[in-house]
């Protein structure tokens, strides 16, 4: 609603990987508006509109008239370029309904990996503006199934003890689902674990299948049908490019394929900074941490929904590495921005080895993240994060209770650790201001009072 109501609106261009319900969520936002359009581009009459004309005002013209809409209404109408990625000559004109008819409302989307094979296909710079889509947020997935008061609970601040149980539960339910819209929905209507098989498979063969259909060659499109199914196996873990998958690729062809589906946003190479400070400089001459689209997929190819369903915690499973990712998911979730990416801090040296899961941005500030269980004894990359850092905050992610603990290091600095459920992911931006009021409560009063 923002964008709607911006006084020097642009054409907005919707980015997301394929499955993430980009369609749906324009047609949603369509019932704004008096009049809605959805042209979708691989439709030959719907292509038409940007082959035969010449001008900006002739083609909306064709556009209005062949989907029976007023003109008069233009001001009021939403029109939605599908698939857009079809005719270059539309994405040429995005600039134009920007400088010469800008009371039009336009957004457009489309597959990203023709816009990365093709090198003649760009968006007009400076005539657009981008927003991403992810998959579907723990908050949106309780929303989905219904679970209202849950929902309610969860904004809570500090979150209600009798909440965690029924909380915990259904975010481990989430973990194990993932968040693609098209499963979620069949799940909320069906609450049928077993009928999701066949959606998960028809969920890897489309991205499969976009592979084929734009890749300039054979061996360009076994290396990224190869990458895409090691993907699912090697989530959450740092991973070099040679030999990944395990293939016979090298660093080369292989680095080239992950970057591509880098950029059509089916996954993320995260890679590690060493500072503890603004701005964050992540180093690339280290292994990267690979992040995919969505965790339920994860756990549906590597065959780790039975350890889910069995398992009393997160912790346990795959190393720990199903949780992280989750948690990842989730951050990620909260960044409507294309450019925003994970972040996680390392110090390596041949006698030791301490990692952070993320770092995460408060105020200028890079806020260090743990995914953990057990004692905060036990958190020693955390400890020697905090001694570098420039602040007296961090933050656990576990599967106990809400509490705030003092801490010591080994060199005698004190720090506040807050430690959340898992399911509080999502609500870290509300949770950092209140507990950077709780540590001045206790630095004035020497106690903390949570209420």
Avoid: C
């Avoid at 709607?4 to 997301?16: M, S, T």
């Avoid at 060659?217 to 090697?234: D, H, V």
């Amino acid at each position: 609603m923002l964008w709607k109501a911006k006084k020097n609106r642009k054409p907005l261009v919707l980015r997301g990987a394929r499955q993430v319900g980009k369609t749906t969520v324009v047609a949603q936002f369509g019932k704004h508006f008096k009049q809605y359009i959805h042209l979708n581009l691989e439709l030959i009459e719907d292509q038409q509109h940007f082959l035969k004309h010449t001008t900006i005002e002739d083609t909306i013209d064709s556009i209005f008239y062949a989907k029976n809409k007023q003109l008069s209404k233009r001001p009021h109408t939403l029109l939605f370029i599908d698939e857009i990625q079809e005719i270059p000559a539309a994405l040429g004109l995005l600039r134009y309904f920007y400088e010469q008819v800008p009371d039009l409302h336009v957004i457009a989307a489309g597959s990203l990996l023709e816009t990365v094979f093709n090198r003649t296909i760009h968006y007009p710079v400076g005539r657009v503006e981008f927003l991403i889509l992810r998959p579907v947020s723990f908050p949106e997935y309780l929303q989905a199934i219904g679970e209202h008061n849950a929902l309610e609970q969860l904004s809570h601040l500090p979150i209600a003890a009798f909440a965690q149980t029924k909380l915990l539960k259904l975010f481990q339910q989430y973990t194990l689902i993932g968040g693609m819209p098209e499963i979620v929905s069949h799940y909320a209507e069906h609450r049928d674990l077993v009928a999701l098989k066949p959606l998960y498979e028809s969920l890897l063969l489309s991205y499969m299948d976009d592979v084929e259909k734009y890749a300039d060659n054979n061996t360009q499109n076994q290396t990224l049908r190869l990458a895409i199914r090691a993907a699912f196996s090697e989530a959450g873990k740092r991973i070099r490019f040679h030999g990944f998958g395990p293939s016979n690729y090298g660093s080369r062809e292989m680095g080239e394929a992950l970057r591509a589906l880098e950029k059509t946003l089916l996954i993320h190479l995260i890679y590690p900074t060493t500072g503890v400070k603004l701005p964050l400089l992540p180093d690339h001459k280290k292994a990267p941490r690979l992040q995919v689209l969505d965790t339920g997929m994860i756990n549906y190819f590597a065959g780790l929904q039975g350890d889910i369903l069995s398992s009393p915690n997160l912790d346990a499973i795959h190393e720990g590495l199903i949780i992280e990712h989750v948690i990842g998911q989730e951050l990620l979730a909260a960044e409507n921005s294309v450019i925003e990416t994970l972040n996680f801090w390392v110090r390596e040296k041949k006698t030791s080895m301490a990692e952070v899961d993320y770092l995460y941005k408060y105020n200028g500030l890079l806020i260090p993240i743990e995914v953990k269980k057990g004692a905060t004894g036990k958190l020693k990359s955390l400890h020697l994060y905090m001694e570098q850092a420039p602040h007296n905050m961090a933050i656990r992610l576990h599967s106990g209770a809400f509490e705030i603990s003092t801490i010591e290091t080994n060199n005698e600095k004190t720090y506040y650790l807050l430690s959340l459920p898992y399911y509080l992911v999502s609500q870290i931006h509300l949770y950092l201001p209140w507990f950077e009021k709780q540590i001045k409560a206790l630095l004035k009063k020497k106690t903390i009072i949570i209420s």
